[in-house]
């Protein structure tokens, strides 16, 4: 009796390029999404004849997106265990307008009053997941309903008029740069060294979790390819602080920005809890099956949708300077796009950190170019709803083609 060897498949080959660009849903759209910003940038440098790079103008768009960013790393982990949260604006502009009614007419100190901000939008996102989740209302409903009434509550509790101005110890959360000890004028030196510090540790990530995938014997990326990746993305990065450090350096709500994409894209991928909101949303039963309380998980996902809403509601009074009635109006729509355009499914169960921080700076950079050169608001809406109908689609068509 004779036996045939099956020749075995040889790891880091073309089929793991395929899989990379084609036939995994999880490469391409990380990577996709992120080849998509270049090209988006780029596009508009050349149409508005070097604006959109210039050091000032970038700095814009990061001071505009902040609040949408934060929103969106919230937004993403309710998409992913499969809900949506229609009330983030309102709940946005209430906490913002809280904020003003404690530090500037009762006169709080900020970071007392930041802290009960947090608070009261921790427990906002509790009871909106109290009722997802224990009573199994839809989450559209329940926020929908929170929006109405988080949107009257900021009209009442403004008097229908604007407060300010905050105290400018607050004003530097989104209007601050980090310092320079180094005391550079042309060139901030401290921010140029951090981004190169961060390119060099995305490199030892990547370099690193490729040496794991060949220790435990799973298909690992093409050495040429781990290298190419990230001598591109990190010389885009490098590019990036270079710019910031040669106007005033690097905004302190780039460094909030930063830390929050990090703390929770290793919070969903690499803890227990994180994974659980991923089986939650692939399939609720099964999960509940298996042992994990879906309930809890659930409720928590809101509670930390209703922190992240309170921190972008400070973030854009911190930028406005002013809570007005109409903040956060709408808001909730750029959120969701962000998240759906970085790669979330429609479905739950998928969905990445870093892609919805990647798909906030594709609207923050198509708001941005269109406005300067001059495209109406009409049609910069009719544009963004088409685009995000256009990744919606791309989402579906994956997923159906990968059955």
Excluded at 99 to 119: F, G, K, S, T
Excluded at 262 to 281: E, H, M, P, Q, V
Excluded at 329 to 345: K, Q, R
Aim: aromatic share 12%.
């Amino acid at each position: 009796m004779t036996t045939e060897t099956v020749p075995s498949k040889r790891n880091g080959g073309i089929a793991d390029l395929k899989k990379m660009f084609g036939g995994g849903t999880s490469s391409l759209r990380q990577f996709g999404i992120l080849f998509s910003l270049i090209a988006i940038i780029v596009v508009f440098q050349i149409w508005t004849n070097g604006t959109t790079l210039s050091p000032q103008n970038l700095i814009n768009v990061v001071s505009q997106q902040s609040y949408i960013l934060i929103l969106a790393i919230g937004m993403v982990m309710v998409i992913i265990a499969g809900h949506i949260d229609l009330s983030v604006g309102s709940v946005a502009g209430f906490i913002g307008g809280l904020a003003a009614v404690l530090m500037v007419e009762l006169q709080w100190h900020y970071i007392p009053a930041a802290i009960v901000c947090l608070l009261v939008g921790a427990m906002i996102g509790g009871l909106q997941g109290y009722f997802v989740a224990f009573h199994k209302i839809p989450a559209f409903i329940v926020t929908l309903g929170g929006m109405l009434v988080f949107r009257g509550l900021v009209l009442w509790l403004l008097g229908g008029k604007s407060i300010g101005p905050f105290p400018k110890e607050f004003q530097l959360l989104s209007s601050g740069f980090i310092p320079d000890p180094f005391g550079g004028e042309s060139l901030r030196l401290l921010s140029l060294l951090i981004g190169c510090a961060v390119a060099f540790f995305i490199f030892y990530m990547n370099w690193r979790e490729r040496a794991n995938h060949i220790k435990y014997g799973v298909a690992a990326e093409p050495v040429g390819f781990v290298i190419g990746k990230n001598v591109f993305f990190g010389g885009a990065i490098v590019y990036f602080s270079y710019l910031l450090a040669s106007y005033k350096g690097i905004p302190n709500v780039v460094v909030v920005m930063f830390v929050l994409m990090l703390f929770f894209d290793f919070f969903t991928t690499r803890t227990t809890f994180g994974r659980r909101i991923y089986a939650l949303g692939g399939n609720e039963k099964a999960a509940r099956l298996s042992g994990i309380k879906t309930n809890f998980l659930t409720f928590y996902t809101f509670v930390t949708m209703g922190v992240m809403a309170a921190l972008g509601g400070l973030v854009f009074a911190a930028r406005l300077n002013t809570a007005t009635p109409k903040a956060g109006d709408g808001m909730e729509l750029d959120v969701i796009a962000a998240c759906f355009i970085g790669g979330a499914s429609t479905t739950g169960g998928f969905g990445k950190v870093v892609g919805a921080v990647i798909g906030a700076f594709v609207m923050g950079v198509m708001n941005n170019g269109m406005s300067i050169l001059g495209i109406g608001i009409d049609w910069q809406k009719v544009i963004k709803g088409v685009v995000l109908v256009a990744a919606v689609f791309v989402d579906l068509y994956q997923r159906n083609k990968a059955r």
